[in-house]
């Protein structure tokens, strides 16, 4: 089994993203640094379908001097609501000030990402032995 291709983010100003996109398919994001551990994609997801549709979310947990925090990769639609996303700052998300980042990525064909959100159904809270709701998306509280 071949090892799926690795994703590399790219950040840089504005005014080059256009002759990078010129010679590659981008995918336009955000790179989202000091995440509580605790939080998961769809929770994340539902915060920035504010400024339009996220289309995939990514976190990694990391852990320096004895502190957990996590990264996430959020990619939108399009480069106009990745901007906006990123723009609307500062950002707090489940209740600490995170650090954005804006970055682009060049597509990657095969990316489990891409498969996943295409695959994804409506969410709905699922009962946790009797304690409560886990909170997998916000986006059932629209309803």
């Known amino acids: 089994m071949e ?11 504005k005014k080059y993203m256009a002759d990078l996109a010129q010679k590659f398919d981008l995918d336009h994001g955000l790179f989202v640094k000091g995440l509580n551990p605790y939080l998961n994609e769809g929770y994340v997801q ?3 379908r504010e400024w339009g549709n996220v289309t ?9 001097e004895g502190e957990k925090k996590s990264v996430a990769y959020v990619r939108f639609e399009s480069e106009t609501e990745a901007d906006l996303a990123d723009w609307n700052g500062p950002h707090f998300i489940g ?27 409506k969410p709905r ?19």
């Open 56 to 64: 995939g979310c990514k976190i990694t947990k990391v852990s320096s």
């Open 95 to 121: 209740g600490t000030e995170v650090a954005v980042k804006r970055v682009v990525s060049p597509k990657v064909e095969g990316d489990m990402m891409s498969q996943m959100s295409a695959q994804v159904a």
């Open 46 to 48: 539902a915060y920035f």
């Open 125 to 143: 809270p699922r009962r946790s032995m009797g304690l409560g709701y886990i909170l997998e998306d916000a986006q059932w509280l629209e309803e």
């Open 3 to 13: 090892a799926a291709p690795k994703r590399v983010f790219i950040s840089l100003p």
